[in-house]
């Protein structure tokens, strides 16, 4: 009786083994950035098509997270990522930590991001300033980058830091770009003198120290589609946002995020699917105001509240090669430059 006893338990564990390693080997691990947001039952629903559990690991700001996977890619801790973008895909790829070539099951690869990885969202990272304290100031704002370097403009602005913030890298890429490697660097150092901050992070710089939030600085780096955000998020239902987009030549940068595999990583067949699923129609349309980015998909209805994000007509879009070459060379000028 005891071994008969014994061997149906044995075989009850082997069951509950056999299954939980099935439950595992149906996991797909899912690398993003701290940004990433979608709404539950379009993930809840991926899930049930696809015969798979989603885990989210959210791995801080977009250069945060590829420094994750470039620590760990000798053990992988993700199947496929979400947020590399334009201005890291070199650095990714160099690194070795996606597959070189995506299949390109949903349309054809985006110029900016190459065979990698698939595009998803873009935007513009840009300045915003706040129009209740400008109005106050009585100062009429900047028309140039080159007149907020002036002393009526001292204290105004706060900035991501490159080193930490693909925001503030992305804005750092479109001086450079704009104005030339030598002016753009005079210019942040008479930035420097001109009482700019510099925060680790977008969100201390939008949430902490911009004047929209009871901060000190009227002017912060930060996207297009952030006034959008402001009026989405109202307590009151407000129709025009309390910020605008102060878009000056050289100030603004085209960001293309993508999705892709990461190199090494399992689930291949999930992992593929989660490509098309994020450039699917539901997913393009909701990613508008869950993470405040534009569609890809030209005929993905825009979400109302966007219109108070105009796109730019003029932006910076430096070469993919180009900033794989000397951006880190340039942080650490910047960082010389603008914090020593």
Do not use: C
Not at 33 to 60: D, M, R, T, Y
Not at 94 to 116: F, H, I, K, M, N
Request: overall charge positive.
């Amino acid at each position: 009786m005891n071994r008969r006893l014994f061997a149906l338990a044995a075989v009850a564990l082997a069951a509950v083994s056999a299954s939980n390693q099935a439950l595992a080997a149906d996991e797909l691990r899912v690398m993003v950035h701290s940004s990433f947001s979608l709404p539950k039952p379009l993930l809840a629903q991926f899930e049930a098509q696809n015969n798979v559990k989603l885990a989210i690991i959210k791995g801080g700001d977009a250069g945060e997270m590829l420094n994750k996977l470039i620590l760990t890619r000798a053990q992988p801790v993700a199947d496929v990522v979400f947020g590399i973008d334009n201005t890291l895909v070199a650095k990714a790829l160099s690194a070795g930590v996606l597959e070189p070539t995506l299949p390109q099951t949903s349309g054809t690869p985006d110029a900016t991001l190459g065979a990698a990885l698939a595009a998803v969202d873009y935007g513009f990272v840009t300045l915003n300033y706040d129009r209740a304290t400008v109005a106050q100031s009585g100062v009429a704002l900047p028309k140039t980058l080159q007149e907020l370097t002036l002393p009526v403009y001292k204290g105004w602005l706060v900035t991501p830091n490159p080193a930490t913030s693909s925001t503030g890298y992305a804005f750092m890429l479109a001086t450079i770009s704009s104005l030339g490697e030598e002016p753009a660097f005079a210019w942040w150092a008479k930035m420097r003198s001109n009482g700019l901050k510099v925060v680790k992070g977008w969100s201390e710089a939008y949430y902490t120290d911009f004047a929209a939030n009871k901060g000190a600085y009227p002017l912060v780096v930060s996207y297009v589609t952030s006034p959008a955000a402001e009026v989405f998020y109202s307590k009151e239902k407000i129709t025009e946002s309390p910020t605008a987009s102060l878009n000056l030549k050289g100030g603004v940068f085209r960001q293309v995020e993508g999705v892709g595999l990461v190199k090494g990583g399992g689930q291949r067949a999930a992992a593929l699917k989660f490509v098309d699923f994020m450039r699917s129609a539901p997913v393009q349309e909701a990613l508008q105001t869950a993470m405040w980015m534009y569609p890809v998909q030209a005929n993905t209805t825009r979400a109302a509240v966007m219109r108070h994000a105009t796109e730019p007509s003029e932006f910076e879009a430096p070469a993919v090669q180009m900033v794989a070459g000397k951006g880190a060379d340039w942080v650490a000028r910047w960082t010389k430059v603008v914090l020593k």
